[in-house]
């Protein structure tokens, strides 16, 4: 499909939802809030959600223009860690996929605690690898912060071209509140 007939089928399905949902935020059906009808299969809410940001110095600064977590209702996204110290800004793990990874997951655990939670409520985890060959060493790790949760969290790997400070591992995550 072209882009610009893919912007046009866009542009007319936003149209739709928001004649149909009176500019609501789609929401999953079970929501207890008031819904308007079914458009295109989902359930349209008319309660919207105060966006809250979460800050920790127990985890490092953001290194630009975003928060280390938002909490929208009872969502928290938190934006991906890499192995930095928190208490110096620098990068921790010389090279090691496996250092790296144990780092950023105790980065990851401060903003987890700062907003209220726990990694046994992180319901999703992107995991970024500057090279994929990098997998099994950084999974043992993975493996080890979450054996203790009941269900472990959905999980997608990429490789990517680079990443921040030339790490070698990120992971961002979505958790539930508690």
Same mark, same amino acid.
């Given at each position: 499909?072209?882009?610009?007939?893919?912007?046009?089928?866009?542009?007319?399905?936003?149209?739709?939802? @928001?004649?149909?949902?009176?500019?609501?935020?789609?929401?999953?059906?079970?929501?207890?809030?008031?819904?308007?009808?079914?458009?295109?299969?989902?359930?349209?809410?008319?309660?919207?959600?105060?966006?809250?940001?979460?800050?920790?110095?127990?985890?490092?600064?953001?290194?630009?223009?975003?928060?280390?977590?938002?909490?929208?209702?009872?969502?928290?996204?938190?934006?991906?860690?890499?192995?930095?110290?928190? &208490?110096?800004?620098?990068?921790?793990?010389?090279?090691?996929? @496996?250092?790296?990874?144990?780092?950023?997951?105790?980065?990851?655990?401060?903003?987890?605690?700062?907003?209220?939670?726990?990694?046994?409520?992180?319901?999703?985890?992107?995991?970024?690898?500057?090279?994929?060959?990098?997998?099994?060493?950084?999974?043992?790790?993975?493996?080890?912060?979450?054996?203790?949760?009941?269900?472990?969290?959905?999980?997608?790997?990429? @490789?990517? &071209?680079?990443?921040?400070?030339? &790490?070698?591992?990120?992971?961002?995550?979505?958790?539930?509140?508690?």
């Amino acid at each position: 499909m072209r882009s610009s007939s893919f912007l046009s089928l866009a542009i007319s399905l936003l149209a739709i939802i @928001q004649t149909e949902a009176f500019q609501t935020p789609i929401v999953p059906s079970h929501s207890s809030t008031a819904s308007t009808p079914n458009v295109l299969g989902l359930s349209l809410s008319l309660k919207m959600s105060k966006l809250e940001e979460v800050k920790t110095d127990k985890s490092p600064a953001p290194l630009g223009p975003y928060s280390q977590a938002v909490k929208v209702g009872d969502m928290l996204y938190c934006s991906g860690q890499i192995a930095l110290d928190p &208490a110096t800004g620098e990068f921790v793990g010389g090279g090691d996929p @496996q250092a790296e990874t144990r780092q950023l997951l105790k980065n990851l655990d401060a903003v987890l605690e700062a907003a209220g939670t726990t990694r046994d409520r992180i319901v999703r985890c992107t995991v970024f690898l500057a090279d994929l060959g990098d997998f099994a060493l950084v999974n043992e790790v993975y493996s080890e912060y979450f054996k203790d949760v009941a269900v472990e969290p959905s999980r997608s790997c990429v @490789q990517v &071209a680079a990443l921040p400070k030339g &790490a070698k591992v990120e992971i961002d995550c979505i958790a539930v509140m508690e």
